[in-house]
């Protein structure tokens, strides 16, 4: 089984989705399952992990009702304010829904670079583990070393670092990028997606070779056991149509063995959030 483990959906609004500039004119508008489904068909996947974009509580009721009418969404990583004093509250409440699987919150966009690290933000991490939720970790280099931090204060949580924490593709900075990605990778309970990178390398004139540096480091470092490919559809269409992002993936695995390349293509994301 083919799992795709990162993509969206929304209705767009171009106040709340003031992310897509207008250089993303080619995804400023709806993008739902009915887009989604023939794009998987096609390209041989088989299920699907609905990532929320926005962080409000209307999000992950959005996405929970979407993979209650579409079998192929097999799970949902939704958003909540972690930092909430009722947040065990709020768990046992969302623990009910059994397509919810985990949190993300957008921390590539929070001013300071240690967020992650906060008293309270923690404290909702904390409790996460006590219904098995899974935690997706969205961050840009520069906070990775606040993040090799935040890993090893939760050995008990399953963790899973999105888009490769988007290291410069585009500029091909590579090796503080990959000293942070080798340290972070010594803790076990921490995966890391093969996604996102189209965006990261220049939209008009990527080459699959750009990618490659970086798709070494991840599998040297996170091994094939801990490997999820992800195409970030929609936002993947700034630069590229879902056949080429999968490619981008298949074909750099397609030397490894039958079994490593099914976990990094599906296997790891059944286990990782209990499909």
Not at 100 to 126: A, M, S, T
Not at 154 to 178: C, M, N, R, S, T
Request: charged share 20%; aromatic share 12%; proline share 5%.
């Amino acid at each position: 089984m083919v799992i795709d483990a990162h993509q969206h959906f929304w209705q767009y609004e171009p106040v709340r989705d003031a992310w897509i500039d207008e250089s993303m004119e080619v995804i400023r508008r709806d993008f739902l399952p009915e887009d989604l489904a023939p794009v998987l068909e096609e390209n041989g996947v088989h299920g699907c992990i609905a990532v929320q974009a926005d962080q409000s509580p209307n999000e992950t009721a959005f996405l929970l009702s979407l993979a209650e009418k579409h079998d192929f969404i097999k799970g949902v990583v939704g958003w909540i304010d972690l930092r909430a004093d009722n947040i065990s509250g709020q768990l046992s409440q969302y623990a009910q829904h059994p397509k919810l699987k985990g949190f993300r919150h957008i921390v590539q966009g929070e001013p300071d670079n240690r967020f992650i690290l906060g008293e309270h933000f923690c404290r909702g991490i904390k409790a996460l583990s006590q219904h098995q939720f899974t935690y997706d970790i969205l961050v840009y280099p520069k906070q990775l070393p606040a993040v090799e931090e935040f890993v090893v204060q939760f050995p008990e949580q399953a963790l899973i670092i999105d888009h490769l924490a988007k290291p410069d593709v585009k500029a091909g900075e590579l090796a503080a990028w990959a000293a942070h990605m080798r340290r972070i990778a010594q803790s076990p309970h921490v995966y890391c997606k093969l996604s996102g990178l189209v965006t990261e390398a220049d939209w008009q004139q990527w080459e699959p070779a750009h990618f490659r540096p970086f798709l070494e480091v991840a599998l040297e470092a996170f091994g094939a056991n801990r490997l999820l490919y992800g195409s970030d559809w929609p936002v993947c269409l700034v630069a590229a149509e879902y056949h080429e992002v999968k490619g981008i993936v298949t074909d750099f695995i397609s030397t490894l063995s039958t079994t490593e390349q099914y976990q990094i293509m599906g296997g790891n994301a059944l286990s990782f959030y209990h499909l």
